[in-house]
């Protein structure tokens, strides 16, 4: 195996690790520090709160996660002349927003000083992979057009077999060097991402639905216990005395 075949099959699970590895430790370090949770939330809207930022990434990982879980449905939309202008409009479009966007911010972080060298640090390699992510898919859009129908049967199906675990790395390193560079840099940026401000909505995505699974436990539990008493066969026996 090649070196570059090795970074195909083993760098996505790598970065995969390291996202859910930081994320559960920044979730350990403050779940029973609410106040600690929402000043941090709050600092991280100051910097990725943006809202051109939040809609065209909506749009991009809505698109991306359409390609992957409904490949047939997209691959027929694409192969209609009106379907296909209009994909790879959108696209363009939300990656340019997002272009724009990234460097706005990136610009910003270098005026702003902080406190935690570490996280600002952090910040901003996370923006400048992103930053790499967009505008390596813009070029790709623009230089290899039509990405909405070679995709499907290249990167969809590589991305599957990662999720199979079986990464099928010929098809990624077949492709050019600027559409490896788009999904190298994606994965990186998935690395790093615990270690930023952004990763803060993660947390509390995860702190909100382990506090929905307890309430949901705690209920159950309560009305199991009512069950129970109700129908405890001991009250058959040995009814209470008034």
């Given at each position: 195996m090649t070196e570059?075949?090795?970074?195909?099959?083993?760098?996505?699970?790598?970065?995969?690790?390291?996202?859910?590895?930081?994320?559960?430790?920044?979730?350990?370090?403050?779940?029973?520090?609410?106040?600690v949770l929402a000043a941090e939330v709050a600092d991280a809207k100051s910097v990725f709160g943006g809202r051109l930022f939040r809609v065209s990434m909506a749009v991009l990982i809505a698109g991306h996660l359409a390609g992957l879980l409904f490949p047939h449905a997209v691959l027929s939309l694409s192969t209609s002349a009106a379907g296909l202008y209009?994909?790879?409009?959108?696209?363009?479009?939300?990656?340019?927003?997002?272009?724009?966007s990234s460097a706005v911010m990136i610009w910003r972080r270098l005026e702003r000083s902080s406190q935690s060298r570490v996280t600002e640090l952090s910040d901003m390699l996370f923006l400048g992979l992103f930053?790499?992510?967009?505008?390596s898919g813009l070029l790709v859009a623009v230089l290899y057009r039509w990405g909405s129908l070679w995709g499907e049967v290249t990167l969809v199906p590589y991305m599957i077999s990662l999720l199979r675990g079986q990464p099928a790395v010929q098809l990624a390193t077949q492709l050019p060097a600027l559409v490896q560079l788009h999904v190298l840099a994606t994965f990186a940026a998935i690395a790093v991402l615990p270690l930023t401000r952004l990763s803060t909505f993660l947390v509390?995505?995860?702190?909100?639905?382990?506090?929905?699974?307890?309430?949901?436990?705690?209920?159950?539990?309560?009305?199991?216990?009512?069950?129970?008493?109700?129908?405890?066969?001991?009250?058959w026996f040995w009814p209470d005395e008034d």
């Open positions: 570059n075949s090795s970074l195909f099959a083993l760098w996505p699970y790598v970065a995969t690790a390291l996202l859910i590895t930081g994320i559960l430790i920044r979730y350990l370090l403050v779940s029973r520090q609410p106040s209009v994909l790879e409009g959108l696209a363009f479009i939300a990656g340019s927003a997002g272009v724009a930053f790499t992510v967009l505008a509390a995505v995860l702190q909100r639905c382990a506090m929905l699974i307890t309430q949901q436990l705690r209920a159950a539990s309560n009305a199991f216990a009512e069950w129970s008493n109700r129908h405890n066969p001991g009250s």
